[in-house]
Protein backbone atom coordinates (compact mmCIF):
# COMPACT_ATOMS: atom_id res chain seq x y z
CA UNK A 1 0.00 0.00 0.00
CA UNK A 2 1.03 3.79 -0.68
CA UNK A 3 2.17 5.63 2.61
CA UNK A 4 2.79 9.44 3.09
CA UNK A 5 5.61 8.43 5.78
CA UNK A 6 7.44 12.15 5.43
CA UNK A 7 8.67 14.39 2.84
CA UNK A 8 12.43 12.86 2.30
CA UNK A 9 10.85 10.61 0.08
CA UNK A 10 8.69 12.28 -2.22
CA UNK A 11 9.52 13.35 -5.80
CA UNK A 12 9.82 16.80 -6.66
CA UNK A 13 6.92 15.65 -8.68
CA UNK A 14 5.13 14.38 -6.24
CA UNK A 15 4.77 16.97 -3.95
CA UNK A 16 3.76 19.38 -6.78
CA UNK A 17 0.53 16.62 -7.72
CA UNK A 18 -0.18 17.14 -4.23
CA UNK A 19 -0.22 21.13 -3.93
CA UNK A 20 -1.79 21.23 -7.32
CA UNK A 21 -4.78 18.87 -6.21
CA UNK A 22 -5.32 20.34 -2.84
CA UNK A 23 -5.77 23.29 -5.02
CA UNK A 24 -9.17 21.85 -6.20
CA UNK A 25 -10.54 21.11 -2.76
CA UNK A 26 -9.47 25.07 -1.48
CA UNK A 27 -12.49 26.00 -4.21
CA UNK A 28 -14.56 23.21 -2.69
CA UNK A 29 -14.04 24.12 0.66
CA UNK A 30 -14.69 27.74 -0.39
CA UNK A 31 -17.44 27.46 -2.79
CA UNK A 32 -20.08 28.25 0.00
CA UNK A 33 -22.65 25.38 -1.38
CA UNK A 34 -22.25 21.52 0.39
CA UNK A 35 -18.23 21.11 0.82
CA UNK A 36 -18.91 17.24 0.18
CA UNK A 37 -17.60 15.48 -2.31
CA UNK A 38 -18.33 11.59 -1.29
CA UNK A 39 -15.83 9.82 -3.32
CA UNK A 40 -14.52 8.14 -0.05
CA UNK A 41 -18.26 6.95 0.72
CA UNK A 42 -18.43 3.76 2.25
CA UNK A 43 -14.15 3.62 3.57
CA UNK A 44 -13.86 3.99 6.75
CA UNK A 45 -10.27 5.82 8.57
CA UNK A 46 -8.66 6.23 11.56
CA UNK A 47 -7.01 8.57 13.24
CA UNK A 48 -4.92 6.98 16.06
CA UNK A 49 -3.35 10.02 18.04
CA UNK A 50 -1.01 9.03 20.80
CA UNK A 51 -0.35 12.47 21.39
CA UNK A 52 -2.27 15.74 21.80
CA UNK A 53 -3.34 17.96 18.75
CA UNK A 54 -5.86 20.33 17.64
CA UNK A 55 -5.37 21.26 14.35
CA UNK A 56 -3.91 18.23 12.15
CA UNK A 57 -6.56 15.96 14.29
CA UNK A 58 -9.72 18.16 13.52
CA UNK A 59 -8.12 18.59 9.58
CA UNK A 60 -7.91 15.16 9.39
CA UNK A 61 -11.66 14.27 10.69
CA UNK A 62 -13.09 17.36 8.84
CA UNK A 63 -11.16 16.12 5.50
CA UNK A 64 -12.47 12.41 5.69
CA UNK A 65 -15.65 13.75 6.45
CA UNK A 66 -16.24 15.90 3.30
CA UNK A 67 -14.86 12.96 1.32
CA UNK A 68 -18.07 11.09 2.52
CA UNK A 69 -15.85 8.56 4.54
CA UNK A 70 -16.51 6.90 8.23
CA UNK A 71 -13.96 8.70 10.23
CA UNK A 72 -13.54 7.74 14.00
CA UNK A 73 -10.48 8.86 16.32
CA UNK A 74 -8.95 6.72 18.98
CA UNK A 75 -7.17 9.13 21.48
CA UNK A 76 -4.17 7.12 23.28
CA UNK A 77 -4.99 8.44 26.44
CA UNK A 78 -8.61 7.39 26.61
CA UNK A 79 -7.30 3.68 25.00
CA UNK A 80 -5.94 0.60 25.95
CA UNK A 81 -2.64 2.32 25.46
CA UNK A 82 -3.09 3.32 28.93
CA UNK A 83 -3.61 -0.31 30.40
CA UNK A 84 -0.26 -1.42 29.10
CA UNK A 85 -1.34 -2.38 25.21
CA UNK A 86 1.99 -2.18 23.21
CA UNK A 87 2.16 0.05 19.61
CA UNK A 88 2.28 -3.35 17.40
CA UNK A 89 -1.03 -4.73 19.46
CA UNK A 90 -2.02 -1.66 18.67
CA UNK A 91 -1.88 -1.26 15.46
CA UNK A 92 -2.79 -5.05 14.58
CA UNK A 93 -5.89 -4.51 16.68
CA UNK A 94 -6.60 -1.54 13.92
CA UNK A 95 -5.58 -3.40 11.60
CA UNK A 96 -8.55 -6.25 12.12
CA UNK A 97 -11.44 -3.59 12.16
CA UNK A 98 -9.91 -3.07 7.92
CA UNK A 99 -9.75 0.21 8.27
CA UNK A 100 -9.11 1.61 4.70
CA UNK A 101 -6.26 4.34 6.37
CA UNK A 102 -4.91 4.98 9.37
CA UNK A 103 -3.91 8.40 10.16
CA UNK A 104 -1.18 8.19 13.01
CA UNK A 105 0.70 11.04 15.19
CA UNK A 106 2.89 9.69 18.02
CA UNK A 107 5.97 11.11 20.40
CA UNK A 108 8.29 8.44 18.94
CA UNK A 109 10.60 9.02 15.64
CA UNK A 110 10.13 6.07 13.24
CA UNK A 111 6.51 5.01 15.44
CA UNK A 112 4.75 5.62 12.16
CA UNK A 113 6.95 3.64 10.30
CA UNK A 114 6.58 0.91 12.20
CA UNK A 115 2.59 0.88 12.06
CA UNK A 116 2.79 1.02 8.83
CA UNK A 117 5.19 -1.81 8.32
CA UNK A 118 2.24 -3.83 10.16
CA UNK A 119 -1.01 -3.42 8.30
CA UNK A 120 -3.00 -3.61 5.28
CA UNK A 121 -3.78 -0.02 4.28
CA UNK A 122 -2.32 3.38 3.46
CA UNK A 123 -0.62 4.73 6.78
CA UNK A 124 -0.72 9.11 7.12
CA UNK A 125 1.92 10.18 9.36
CA UNK A 126 0.28 13.28 11.39
CA UNK A 127 3.61 13.92 12.90
CA UNK A 128 5.94 11.55 14.73
CA UNK A 129 8.58 12.45 17.69
CA UNK A 130 11.00 14.49 15.64
CA UNK A 131 10.75 13.01 12.66
CA UNK A 132 8.22 14.11 10.23
CA UNK A 133 5.26 16.13 10.21
CA UNK A 134 4.84 16.03 5.98
CA UNK A 135 0.86 17.13 5.73
CA UNK A 136 2.37 20.04 7.61
CA UNK A 137 4.90 21.09 5.25
CA UNK A 138 2.77 20.64 2.16
CA UNK A 139 -0.14 22.61 3.76
CA UNK A 140 2.44 25.20 4.35
CA UNK A 141 3.91 25.00 0.91
CA UNK A 142 0.46 25.59 -0.68
CA UNK A 143 0.06 28.52 1.15
CA UNK A 144 3.15 30.15 0.65
CA UNK A 145 2.59 29.38 -3.36
CA UNK A 146 -0.78 30.92 -2.89
CA UNK A 147 0.45 34.24 -1.40
CA UNK A 148 3.95 34.42 -3.09
CA UNK A 149 4.43 32.46 -6.23
CA UNK A 150 7.06 30.33 -6.97
CA UNK A 151 8.44 28.41 -4.33
CA UNK A 152 11.69 28.84 -6.43
CA UNK A 153 11.62 32.34 -5.83
CA UNK A 154 11.15 32.54 -1.66
CA UNK A 155 13.57 33.48 0.66
CA UNK A 156 12.56 31.20 3.50
CA UNK A 157 13.80 32.12 7.24
CA UNK A 158 12.61 29.54 9.82
CA UNK A 159 13.05 30.33 13.32
CA UNK A 160 12.87 29.06 17.16
CA UNK A 161 13.43 24.92 18.09
CA UNK A 162 15.15 23.82 14.92
CA UNK A 163 16.41 20.86 17.05
CA UNK A 164 13.24 19.36 18.34
CA UNK A 165 10.69 20.14 15.26
CA UNK A 166 9.60 17.70 12.93
CA UNK A 167 7.69 20.61 11.14
CA UNK A 168 11.09 22.30 10.34
CA UNK A 169 12.39 18.76 9.18
CA UNK A 170 9.32 18.07 6.68
CA UNK A 171 9.45 22.28 5.30
CA UNK A 172 13.23 22.09 5.25
CA UNK A 173 13.04 18.90 3.06
CA UNK A 174 9.89 20.04 0.97
CA UNK A 175 10.82 23.44 0.50
CA UNK A 176 14.67 22.75 -0.77
CA UNK A 177 12.76 20.19 -3.23
CA UNK A 178 11.14 23.28 -4.55
CA UNK A 179 14.06 25.16 -4.85
CA UNK A 180 13.15 27.24 -2.12
CA UNK A 181 16.56 29.32 -0.87
CA UNK A 182 16.51 28.56 3.64
CA UNK A 183 17.74 30.25 6.37
CA UNK A 184 17.44 28.38 10.04
CA UNK A 185 17.94 30.86 12.99
CA UNK A 186 18.18 29.52 16.27
CA UNK A 187 20.19 29.58 19.23
CA UNK A 188 23.17 26.95 18.99
CA UNK A 189 21.84 24.22 21.39
CA UNK A 190 18.33 24.67 19.39
CA UNK A 191 20.42 23.66 15.40
CA UNK A 192 20.75 20.02 14.49
CA UNK A 193 23.98 19.18 13.16
CA UNK A 194 23.94 18.49 9.15
CA UNK A 195 21.79 21.28 8.36
CA UNK A 196 24.77 23.35 5.68
CA UNK A 197 25.59 19.98 3.70
CA UNK A 198 21.47 20.01 3.13
CA UNK A 199 22.06 23.46 1.59
CA UNK A 200 20.51 25.15 4.51
CA UNK A 201 22.15 28.52 5.31
CA UNK A 202 22.44 28.46 9.94
CA UNK A 203 22.10 31.53 11.71
CA UNK A 204 22.43 32.22 15.10
CA UNK A 205 21.79 36.01 15.06
CA UNK A 206 17.68 36.19 14.06
CA UNK A 207 18.35 39.83 13.00
CA UNK A 208 20.77 38.39 10.30
CA UNK A 209 18.61 35.73 9.20
CA UNK A 210 15.30 37.73 8.76
CA UNK A 211 17.43 40.51 6.47
CA UNK A 212 15.12 40.27 2.83
CA UNK A 213 13.23 37.33 4.02
CA UNK A 214 10.34 36.65 1.51
CA UNK A 215 8.43 34.34 4.14
CA UNK A 216 9.27 34.10 8.04
CA UNK A 217 8.35 30.72 9.91
CA UNK A 218 8.01 30.88 13.44
CA UNK A 219 8.15 27.84 15.43
CA UNK A 220 7.34 27.17 19.11
CA UNK A 221 9.66 25.82 22.00
CA UNK A 222 8.86 22.20 21.64
CA UNK A 223 9.64 22.16 25.90
CA UNK A 224 8.11 18.43 26.03
CA UNK A 225 10.86 16.99 24.06
CA UNK A 226 14.19 19.35 25.36
CA UNK A 227 15.19 16.55 27.85
CA UNK A 228 17.22 19.40 29.55
CA UNK A 229 19.08 21.02 26.70
CA UNK A 230 20.43 24.41 27.36
CA UNK A 231 18.01 27.75 26.05
CA UNK A 232 17.52 31.06 27.49
CA UNK A 233 14.83 31.83 29.59
CA UNK A 234 11.52 32.59 27.93
CA UNK A 235 12.28 36.10 28.67
CA UNK A 236 15.50 36.80 26.82
CA UNK A 237 14.35 34.04 24.11
CA UNK A 238 11.67 36.49 23.50
CA UNK A 239 14.13 38.96 23.44
CA UNK A 240 16.68 37.27 20.80
CA UNK A 241 14.30 35.37 18.73
CA UNK A 242 10.76 36.91 19.19
CA UNK A 243 9.31 38.05 15.79
CA UNK A 244 8.21 41.68 16.68
CA UNK A 245 7.23 44.89 14.74
CA UNK A 246 10.55 46.06 14.97
CA UNK A 247 12.15 42.87 13.28
CA UNK A 248 10.24 42.11 10.96
CA UNK A 249 11.21 45.45 9.48
CA UNK A 250 14.45 43.93 8.40
CA UNK A 251 12.55 41.45 6.07
CA UNK A 252 10.67 42.08 3.00
CA UNK A 253 8.15 45.10 3.01
CA UNK A 254 5.27 42.13 1.86
CA UNK A 255 6.60 39.76 4.18
CA UNK A 256 4.36 36.72 4.88
CA UNK A 257 4.56 35.81 8.61
CA UNK A 258 4.13 31.72 9.11
CA UNK A 259 3.75 29.70 12.29
CA UNK A 260 2.48 25.99 12.48
CA UNK A 261 0.44 26.85 15.82
CA UNK A 262 0.02 26.48 18.52
CA UNK A 263 1.16 29.54 19.57
CA UNK A 264 3.02 30.69 22.65
CA UNK A 265 1.70 34.48 22.57
CA UNK A 266 4.63 37.14 23.09
CA UNK A 267 7.52 33.92 23.47
CA UNK A 268 8.50 33.71 19.75
CA UNK A 269 5.57 35.87 18.39
CA UNK A 270 3.99 39.23 19.53
CA UNK A 271 -0.13 38.82 19.16
CA UNK A 272 0.13 41.90 16.93
CA UNK A 273 1.74 40.16 14.35
CA UNK A 274 0.63 36.78 14.42
CA UNK A 275 -2.97 38.62 13.88
CA UNK A 276 -1.75 41.00 11.60
CA UNK A 277 -4.67 41.41 9.11
CA UNK A 278 -2.48 41.14 5.79
CA UNK A 279 0.98 39.92 6.68
CA UNK A 280 0.03 36.93 8.63
CA UNK A 281 -1.07 33.54 7.05
CA UNK A 282 -1.40 31.73 10.33
CA UNK A 283 -5.22 31.14 9.68
CA UNK A 284 -4.80 30.52 5.95
CA UNK A 285 -2.40 27.84 6.70
CA UNK A 286 -4.95 25.79 9.04
CA UNK A 287 -7.50 26.75 6.10
CA UNK A 288 -5.20 24.95 3.83
CA UNK A 289 -4.23 22.10 6.19
CA UNK A 290 -7.97 21.13 5.40
CA UNK A 291 -7.30 21.00 1.99
CA UNK A 292 -3.94 19.36 2.17
CA UNK A 293 -5.68 16.33 4.04
CA UNK A 294 -8.44 15.90 1.61
CA UNK A 295 -5.63 15.72 -1.38
CA UNK A 296 -3.59 13.25 0.29
CA UNK A 297 -6.19 10.75 1.89
CA UNK A 298 -8.22 10.75 -1.98
CA UNK A 299 -4.70 10.08 -3.60
CA UNK A 300 -3.55 7.40 -1.21
CA UNK A 301 -6.86 5.78 -1.05
CA UNK A 302 -7.03 5.20 -5.18
CA UNK A 303 -5.13 2.30 -5.62
CA UNK A 304 -8.21 0.67 -3.26
CA UNK A 305 -10.78 2.24 -4.72
CA UNK A 306 -9.39 1.13 -8.29
CA UNK A 307 -9.23 4.69 -9.20
CA UNK A 308 -6.27 5.94 -11.74
CA UNK A 309 -3.67 7.80 -10.66
CA UNK A 310 -0.51 8.17 -8.74
CA UNK A 311 -0.95 6.21 -5.65
N1 LIG B 1 0.52 22.34 13.57
C1 LIG B 1 0.09 21.27 14.28
O1 LIG B 1 0.48 20.13 14.04
O2 LIG B 1 -0.82 21.57 15.26
P1 LIG B 1 -1.56 20.51 16.23
O3 LIG B 1 -0.48 19.97 17.14
O4 LIG B 1 -2.62 21.31 16.94
O5 LIG B 1 -2.11 19.42 15.36
Redesign the pocket.
Known sequence: HPHLLGISGLKNWEIAYIIDQAEHWVKLNRSGASKHDDRLRGLTIINAFFE??????LSFEIAGKRLGADVVNMHAAQSSVKKGETLIDTAVTLNAMRADAIVIRHGSSGAVQLIADKVDCPVINA?DGTHE?PT?ALLDALTIKRRKGPIDEQIVTICGDILHSR?ARSNIFCLLNMGAQIRVAAPATLIPHGLEQLGVEVFTDFDAAIKGADVVMMLRLQNERMNGDFIPSPREYAFLYGLNEQRIKLAKDDVLIMH???INRGVEITSSLADHVTQSAIKEQVEMGVAVRMACLDILTRKARKVEGWA
Open positions: NSTRTLGHQVPGP
